[in-house]
DNA sequence: AAATAATTCTTTAAGCTTCAAGTAACTTGG
DNA sequence: CCAAGTTACTTGAAGCTTAAAGAATTATTT
């Protein structure tokens, strides 16, 4: 803590430059990742990174999930949702119903058509993020997993306090 | 290698949970991270991500840089920073003058009342991160950068492969 | 039971983003 | 010089994304 002449209490600005790089780094790894992905899926199924990614969290729960839950889950709002799943549908990658214990909750599925055309495309995908990561050894990969579990627990704090809500 | 009983190479499926995992956290952390910086830039400073991040790019250039040069640096399209210039250049933030010596290229700049503001923002913006990576330790944000830095490195190769670019 | 609150989802407007195609300007090889 | 190729940027269409407001349904309170 600083004093200044008058005996109250004085901010210096610190220096979080450290921080903010290490967000540029991260930052640009993932976009460098998200942009090759998105290319490979686009050139060789045709497909979008969103829709993707949804079929991803819908291939995990073969009994479907809630609208919300897949929002929660991709971290992107209702709305986004609604209008994703609405051009699924559309293409019969995915089925949409009325929960009957809740009418106000939709449950949405891969169709037949979606799931084979998903795992087909998990496949590739899965190799395309090994070639990726293949310079790190096993020892990195355990490595970054702990300091990016670290690092999510410390943002979600900042995260709660920001907007006062609960864990 | 793995041969069959014909003796032809036989490709078996590999595991790579590993490293998809390790993606996913990858992808996690940064949406976090980005979601909790885009909402405080909005009620703080009513201000966009993108408009922040293309503020931040000219802040380091004092001369300007032309259209490409933050197209690259961004890493998003052209088209993108077009419209983003546009509607910068719109609110007074950013002036935009045809190159002297090559008419196809666009130099853009802070005005003066971008700069200011920018760094206003960016003061409060360096806390921000500071706080997000809080429960790191200097060493776990050492770690990391060189994690990242190797990580970077490796899906910049995949990246040329799939391409056939040049470095 | 009725009013109130909370939830689930949709809608709308604005902005972001990509991709692909197009225009204008510069560069290069013949 | 000039034709062909490259580079820099813009445009247009489609899709993605958010924030905010609204509608419908369920849960809670009184």
Redesign the interface.
């Known amino acids: 803590m600083i004093l200044d002449s008058e005996t109250k209490a004085v901010e210096l600005?610190?220096d979080?430059?450290?921080?903010?790089?290490?967000?540029l780094?991260?930052?640009?790894?993932?976009?460098?990742?998200?942009?090759?992905v998105r290319?490979?899926l686009r050139e060789r199924f045709d497909v979008t990174l969103p829709r993707f990614d949804l079929m991803a969290q819908l291939d995990k729960v073969p009994d479907g999930m809630t609208l919300s839950d897949v929002s929660k889950r991709m971290?992107v709002s209702n709305g986004n949702v609604t209008g994703l799943v609405e051009r699924l549908v559309e293409s019969g990658h995915v089925d949409r119903r009325t929960s009957e214990t809740d009418r106000r909750v939709q449950v949405i599925r891969l169709t037949k058509l979606g799931r084979a055309e998903f795992r087909r495309m998990a496949?590739e995908h899965?190799?395309?993020?090994?070639?990726?990561?293949?310079?790190?050894t096993?020892k990195?990969?355990r490595?970054?997993?702990r300091?990016?579990?670290?690092?999510?627990?410390?943002?979600?704090?900042?995260?709660q306090?920001?907007t006062g809500k609960a864990p």
Request: with cysteine; net charge negative.
């Open positions: 600005p610190e979080h430059g450290d921080e903010l790089r290490l967000w780094r991260l930052l640009t790894c993932t976009t460098l990742i998200e942009g090759e290319s490979r971290m496949e899965e190799t395309w993020i090994a070639e990726i990561f293949t310079d790190l096993p990195d990969v490595e970054l997993m300091l990016l579990a670290k690092t999510k627990g410390s943002a979600q704090k900042a995260a306090k920001s």
